[in-house]
């Protein structure tokens, strides 16, 4: 579905990624974990094809971003940015139809299928009582579930997600999370993340990817790849693994004074 070859990413006079030779099959659920500023954003932004790698290349289906047109990599992939603006009072169910645009075609206004598409959306979200509201007068957590359900909305095979637990409740960092897992098993789509939080990254992806920020990088899968001595290493910081009830819970250690 995704791969990459010999990928080089700077930033300035520093080297995010070097020779990144990564594949991703159908199907998998990948977590993308690194300290700030350790290149996942500008990563994700290259796999999505809005940002331009240094050297190297990225293909979707075995087809170089390049050769796509943007309507038809629309249809491919969707891409959830870390933060947006609203501008215009849109309502929520116009915001979310803005995604079906790169089925339209010749057509102006959507049809029968993209609202049912929409609602779809919204109520795997939780938020089709927010149908007709104003997207600006939504709160964080409720405008991020409405940009998951647009993603959903344009249901694309391959998932980019730059931390979709961001400004999420609890509960709802569990169940969009679950829900990520779920279309990935059940319906075979292929999802690309990031996100800091090490238990729910372990819990509900198959494999990982981690960045140190200075080109090195270790990718397999979660229980190869999410190991303390690893983690310990890329984040920068002393971490703690324990087993309970057949799960991982990762700590992070506090440095003594």
């Known amino acids: ?9 700077q930033a300035g006079s520093r080297t995010l990624v070097r020779k990144l030779d990564w594949r991703v099959a159908p199907g998998e659920c990948w977590s ?25 290349t990225v293909s979707v289906r075995g087809r170089e971003l390049s050769s796509w047109e943007p309507a038809e990599l629309a249809r491919e992939r969707a891409f959830l940015a870390q933060s947006r ?21 010749s057509r102006y206004w959507e ?5 049912h598409a929409a609602m ?14 104003d997207v600006r007068t939504l709160s964080g957590g409720e405008r991020q579930r409405v940009a998951i359900a647009a993603m959903l909305a344009q ?22 999370m679950a829900l990520l897992s779920r279309l990935c098993a059940e319906q075979g789509k292929t999802v690309v993340m990031i996100g800091h939080d090490l238990n729910l990254a372990h819990r509900i992806s198959s494999h990982a990817l981690l960045l140190m920020g200075d080109g090195r990088w270790q990718a397999g899968s979660v229980d190869a790849a999410m190991q303390p001595a690893l983690l310990s290493d890329y984040l920068g910081h002393p971490i703690e693994m324990l087993e309970h009830g057949g799960r991982r819970i990762f700590i992070p250690i506090e440095k003594s004074r």
């Open 1 to 9: 579905m995704l791969q990459t070859h010999d990928l080089l990413l």
């Open 111 to 115: 049809g029968s299928d993209d609202h």
């Open 155 to 176: 249901e694309t095979p391959l998932l980019l997600l730059d931390e979709p637990a961001n400004a999420l409740d609890l509960a709802h960092q569990v169940s969009t």
């Open 120 to 133: 779809q959306a919204l109520e795997a979200m939780e938020v089709a009582d927010l149908a007709a509201r």
């Open 85 to 105: 603006h609203d501008a215009f009072a849109y309502s929520v169910l116009e915001t979310v139809l803005s995604a079906r645009h790169p089925y339209h075609a």
């Open 32 to 56: 993308i974990i690194g300290r700030n500023g350790a290149g996942k954003s500008t990563l994700l932004r290259t796999l999505a094809g809005l940002h331009r790698a240094d050297a190297g």
